[in-house]
């Protein structure tokens, strides 16, 4: 690990400064399960390090009254999957977090964190693109509101600039009849990076046969996690069958473009994404007709 300047801003204007000050040669620690294994690894050497730990203020899970939720940035992975609100309100959000690594990096590991490493295999960033999640860039010259479908642009990659730091995360109320699921698929029980994860969130009538809504999100099968847009289209306004449910993930599995590396072959994360894709759909769409 090369020399690094540690810097412990004790309120977000003064990390943001920091930020501003030193820009790109500076990295932000927010829980450090991501930064600290690279930079041991000497795959990053910042000449700064901004611990925005102490920052409080970013440490909440609210529910806003007929808009939906709103997430700290600081808010351990564990506080996810604990959440009685989540557990209430968003189930498939507490259930994803829930297979991220072990119990003590969840202790550890921020949702922001998670997000800004931009991990193709992330596993938080498939169901909360699934909820059509957003979330909430600051910086000394102002604030924005970014999809989370906008946020990646490439392995490790986002839009997030030097001088900004994303600070909550947003998800819009659900609407009735609406169920998700994460699935993941690991060598090792779940504790392992996702050879593929797939995240799907269905709507269906009052009726429990016709899909009004999905979105299906797929990570570790692209240079980014990525929504399978054509496999939402053949389900919007159908009406849900086993035959169908299949058609459609094999169009997502097609949507995919996985690569071969030490953890599995593309042949096989394209095979698994099929079946992952498709219990994912089943298990929603059993969640939903349970409910009618």
């Not at 938080?124 to 059509?132: C, E, F, G, K, V």
């Not at 001088?163 to 009735?176: F, G, K, N, R, S």
């Amino acid at each position: 690990m090369e020399p690094f300047v540690y810097l412990e801003p004790q309120s977000t204007k003064e990390a943001l400064s920091l930020l501003t000050k030193y820009g790109e040669k500076a990295k932000v620690l927010a829980g450090g399960t991501d930064l600290v294994p690279l930079m041991r690894q000497k795959s990053l050497n910042p000449r700064y390090v901004i611990n925005i730990g102490n920052l409080d203020n970013h440490k909440f899970i609210h529910s806003e009254h007929k808009t939906g939720l709103r997430i700290g940035a600081l808010t351990t992975i564990r506080e996810i999957e604990t959440s009685p609100i989540l557990k209430t309100e968003y189930k498939m959000v507490s259930q994803a977090a829930a297979q991220l690594a072990s119990i003590p990096i969840r202790n550890i590991a921020t949702i922001a964190g998670n997000l800004c490493h931009a991990s193709p295999a992330a596993d938080m960033a498939p169901i909360l693109m699934a909820l059509s999640v957003s979330v909430k860039l600051v910086s000394i010259a102002g604030e924005r509101v970014v999809s989370l479908a906008d946020f990646f642009t490439g392995p490790g990659a986002t839009v997030c600039k030097p001088d900004e730091l994303m600070t909550e995360v947003q998800i819009a109320q659900l609407l009735p009849n609406t169920y998700g699921v994460y699935l993941k698929c690991s060598t090792k029980g779940g504790q392992e990076l996702a050879l593929v994860g797939v995240a799907v969130v269905i709507t269906l009538d009052s009726s429990g046969k016709i899909c009004n809504d999905v979105k299906i999100a797929l990570g570790s099968v692209a240079p980014t996690p990525i929504r399978a847009y054509k496999a939402e289209a053949m389900l919007k306004g159908s009406a849900i069958n086993n035959e169908l449910i299949w058609e459609a993930a094999q169009v997502a599995s097609s949507e995919a473009s996985p690569i071969d590396d030490i953890r599995g072959s593309a042949e096989y994360r394209r095979e698994m994404l099929k079946v992952f894709t498709r219990d994912a759909l089943n298990q929603v769409v059993g969640l939903a007709r349970s409910s009618v």
